[in-house]
């Protein structure tokens, strides 16, 4: 391990042997992390690789289940809910938590607002905040409300507001994930100039070439095993895309079919474009399974969402099986043969306290019509076949769908998808926060549907996944496809290095 | 790779399930226990017959109110509503007269026209909440503020009174018996079976507790929840509506006391049965007893002498808060 | 203190002035304020209904006269008007039938203090002394005259049942005041409860009375609006025939009954809302004529039957 800038001061935050299970599922083993005044120590890693759970029981907001943290030297246990700020470790959340109706002073003294004769002394907290902004060189007015501010101006005042209570350690989790170039070029000096008065910075960020030019030090996880924490200069992107993906593909997969290439196309979509999304197209083949790659934000579920009608479709086009179509709504999409299954199954997927019967029949009820009334007979029946089809565990019948566990919600929400019996399934995050028995099973269920002529378009953030189903696989970055991989062409560092920007322009 | 769903039930839920059930039920027996325990005319049929056929006003609005309360809305302006509607018809009828004369014919068009009037008003209501994207509290709180004032100008701050012979033609359906069964009963339990088939039976009812439940799943799942949400306010007005054909005929009169606060009797009607305030969940025949028995709860009152007239709200206030402490800590328990 | 005794003087009085004055009309222009209760029962719609055909008439009357009037739900309401008057209005006096004169007692002195003519109605104040004029209807005298035609009409004694009104002041006027009327009698009050002066309560308490007690012979509703949700209650059971009732106010429909000579509504008591319009009058003379009219105007509760009832048929108005 070779020593960054601030090799000669002792490390002011440690984490030793840091292990963290949930429940049952280990999510860090033994990790060792430290950081120094004045330096920039970047964590990389994939999407699931531990570093959000890392940087939470760095701050307090979560605690190891094994391991030391020790601050100055000393071992601590770490305050929860964001007290370790008292001790000068702040994070800063990717989504801000600032009040969009303050103005800037009073987010910056809020909760430890200035008082005389008891009553708030206005005059001199924005008084104070105005030299404050003036060291940082932020140019914002401190009486303007927040929801005036641009994103990046807002994480300006978080950073501020870190500094005003005295931060000597500032975790920032993806803060460049919604700035542009030259915002991005802004908060570097703002770090620059932090780490100049001795800050401790922790950064995590999924673009690699930021990593490079920013940090220090760069500790890589992943599947939340410490790969390597090593000086950034002795980095390069190639070998850090290794070394954050480098696994052997398993048998968790099934064996890959060929894909059909005279199969007929199904779908075709021409220059998509609506909120989030810039300009899509791309074809899907019956049979064949479309994997969808990118980082969280790149677009991939808004396409999906656009497709369906869930979004407002600015502009583009869609075919399906040759004919022009516009879904205004899901029941339109759905009658078409073609549905999305979302990825967030407990705010949009399922009801949670209700019971897995209303669950599984809710979007195809007209199918369990006796005259005008709903025969529940036969929606036992689609119950039972969906049951037996993708082995949903239930304790008993009556159970509300929000006592399943994780990986049997996903099977009934599967189940729930397939009642409509579509041509094409788009899966978003399909296996998402489940145990690997159960996202075996389910890349089973979508290799099998395909061989059964379904199309399936397969969103997913982990990149194993992707690699181990697709037929093909399109990489998103910004809200556009920036690249096409087929055959051997779909591996983890290719499409790591497409998401990233290393490689591949957005195509038009 | 098992099938482990069992139909079998652990006992334990099972008699929780059964509490569940139970509970109005429960209360009112205790009711009537009470009540007959304290006067000797207390379970006669015609006493009986009073509480239920009082009841039916409100019991229509409020089986309006678990429709919309089910799909997760609220509508605060049903009393005042019913007394617009009631306003209106009277304002037809006896403009009419003079053409229709003063038989069925009069009143059949009064009718039509109040259940007409009532389905319109839901409409404005669902309109603003749908497609206007205002909390349905805002939208229904101004419109009951609405609806009274209409009633009042409309009355001149006084009292319309129906035409005399038309009121007689028309008040067979306020006390008039079929079997010895007061009309008004007689309308509330076909309103009542016909609801409870359609909220347990039917897309309509499956969908409205989907939206109750959780807005966004619905939306995934292929449910038009905009006009669902449509259709509760609009099916609310079209039986407030009915309620105020129900009761024109009571005193042949409408004015700006007229229904007021049955709002919030409907409200507590709903929540006394066992329909989730937040939506989601919602049963009639429960909503049918919780009416029964603020109805009881009024009755037992004037019946007995030992409580001061003066603290018959408190005692009301008191059984309602009971009888959603009860649900709320069979929730917990689950 | 002029103390002038009946509607009807008030009523002379006011029409000589109104003709006095518009011979003398002044140059000089004064606005009068009126505030009154949002019509939420049947007595309060007669209040508004009588005030504004006062206020358009008096407009009309004395070109030098311009009102303002006001109508408020609740006392926060009527205090927020009284407030808005004197900043923006600028009101030279007040006409004021405060819905719950308790609470705005503070409010109307603070009228007064600011040098206003300040007139009140039906509710006297919790503060003597406040108002230049004070015109009411007499509350114990409703009750009074009500127990007096009780005793007569059950010269031996009788089950009665009373319905109240809400629990405010001038209700408690009435009923103590009925209570002490009959003190002494064989008259029984086998129950009381409050109807709220509101047809469905008076339905609803009436049917649980004929269930309660298998004899009662007469029922005091109090309030002509209550007395009609009685009649319809006793109309159903079928017991139209065994008692008779009284409700009070005077309101058309019963005037009406009484007038014909029914059985079951021989009389009624009168306190009509037009006092309003009796007040607004005096005060439009104050203005207009510089008329001595400061006191107090206690309106008489008169026993209405079928011999007098003609005098208190107002055929135009809605209550």
Known sequence: ?508 | MTTAVKESAPSAKSRRLQMNVLGPLIALLLLLILGSLLNGNFLTYGNMANIVARASFIGIIAIGATFVITSGGLDLSVGSMAAFIAGMMIIIINSAVPSLGTGWTVVALGIIAGLAIGALAGAANGLLVTAGRIEPFIVTLGSLGIFRALITFLANGGTLNLNFQAADTYSPLYSGNVFGIPAPIIVFAVVAIIAEVVMRRTTFGRHLSAIGSNEQVARYSAIKVDRVRLMTYVLQGFLVGMAAVLYVPKFGSANSSTAVLWELQAIAAVIIGGTMLRGGFGRIWGTVVGVIILELIGNILNLQSFISPYLNQAFQGAIIIVAVLLQRSRRTTN | MNLLKTTALAALVASSFALASAAIAQDKTYVIGVSVPTADHGWTGGVDFFAQQAVDRLTKAYPNLSFVLATAPDSTKQAADLEDMIATRNIDGLVILPGDPDAMTASIKKVKDAGKWVTVVDRALSQPGIEDLYVAGDNPGLGTTTADYFKSALPNGGNIVVLRGAPIPIDAQRVDAFMAGIKDTQIKVLDTQFANWNRDDGYKIMQDFLTKYPKIDAVWAQDDDTLVGVLKALKEAGRENEMWAVGGAGMNQIIKMVASGSAQVPVDVSYNPNMVATAIDLTALHFAANAQVDGKLIINSTLITKDNAAQFDYPNTPF
């Open chain 1, 1 to 508: 391990m070779s020593m960054g800038n601030g090799a000669s001061a002792p490390p002011i935050l440690a984490a030793e042997r840091i292990s963290k299970s949930f429940g049952e599922v280990p999510v860090l083993f033994s990790i060792d992390f430290d950081v120094r005044a004045g330096e920039v120590h970047a964590i990389i890693g994939e999407n699931g690789a531990g570093k959000s759970t890392l940087m939470k029981i760095l701050s307090g907001f979560e605690q190891p289940t094994s391991g030391t943290i020790t601050f100055d030297g000393k071992p601590v246990t770490l305050p929860p809910n964001g007290e370790a700020e008292g001790m000068g470790i702040v994070l800063i959340h990717q989504e801000f938590n600032l009040a969009e109706h303050l103005t800037v002073t009073e987010s910056i003294f809020l909760g430890r607002e200035l008082k005389r004769f008891g009553l708030l002394d206005v005059r001199l907290m924005r008084a104070q905040t105005q030299t404050l902004l003036d060291t940082l060189h932020v140019p914002v007015d401190p009486t303007a409300r927040i929801a005036t501010l641009s994103v990046a101006e807002r994480q300006m005042i978080e950073i501020a507001k870190a500094i005003s209570r005295d931060a000597r350690v500032l975790i920032m989790d993806e803060p460049t994930a919604v700035l542009s170039v030259a915002e991005t070029e802004t908060l570097f000096e703002q770090i620059n100039r932090l780490t100049e008065r001795g800050v401790a910075i922790v950064f995590i960020s999924h673009k690699l070439d930021e990593v490079m030019q920013l940090s220090d030090r760069v500790t890589i996880l992943r599947d939340g095993q410490l790969i390597a924490s090593l000086d950034a200069s002795a980095l390069t992107p190639d070998s850090a895309a290794q070394m954050m993906v480098g696994r052997e593909l398993s048998n968790l997969y099934p064996p890959k079919h060929e894909p059909d290439v005279d199969a007929p196309l199904v779908l075709s979509v021409q220059n998509l474009q609506s909120a989030g999304v810039r300009g899509v197209s791309f074809k899907l083949r019956r049979g064949e399974i479309l994997g969808f790659a990118g980082l969280i934000g790149s677009g991939r579920t808004a396409v999906a969402e656009t497709m369906v009608g869930l979004i407002h479709r600015d502009a583009g086009e869609l075919e399906l099986n040759g004919q022009k179509v516009h879904f205004a709504n899901v029941a339109q999409s759905l009658a078409a043969g073609i549905v999305y299954m979302t990825k967030d199954r407990k705010g949009k997927g399922l009801m949670v306290n209700m019971g897995l019967r209303p669950n599984l029949t809710l979007p195809t009820l007209d199918r369990h019509l006796n005259g005008m009334f709903i025969d529940s007979a036969s929606e036992a029946k689609a119950l039972e076949r969906a049951t037996r089809r993708f082995d949903i565990r239930a304790r008993d019948a009556s159970v509300r769908a929000g006592q399943l566990s994780g990986g049997n919600q996903q099977k009934l929400m599967l189940g729930k998808t397939m009642e409509s019996e579509p041509d094409i399934i788009i899966m978003d995050e399909p296996t998402r926060g489940i145990d690997v028995g159960t996202k075996q099973q389910i890349y089973h269920i979508v290799a099998a549907l395909a061989a059964e002529g379904k199309s399936i378009i397969l969103i997913s953030s982990e990149l194993q996944e992707v690699i181990g189903l697709s037929h093909r696989v399109m990489v998103m970055r910004n809200g556009q496809i920036v690249g096409e991989l087929e055959g051997t062409a779909i591996n983890e560092e290719q499409i790591v290095r497409h998401q990233m920007g290393i490689e591949g322009k957005a195509a038009a």
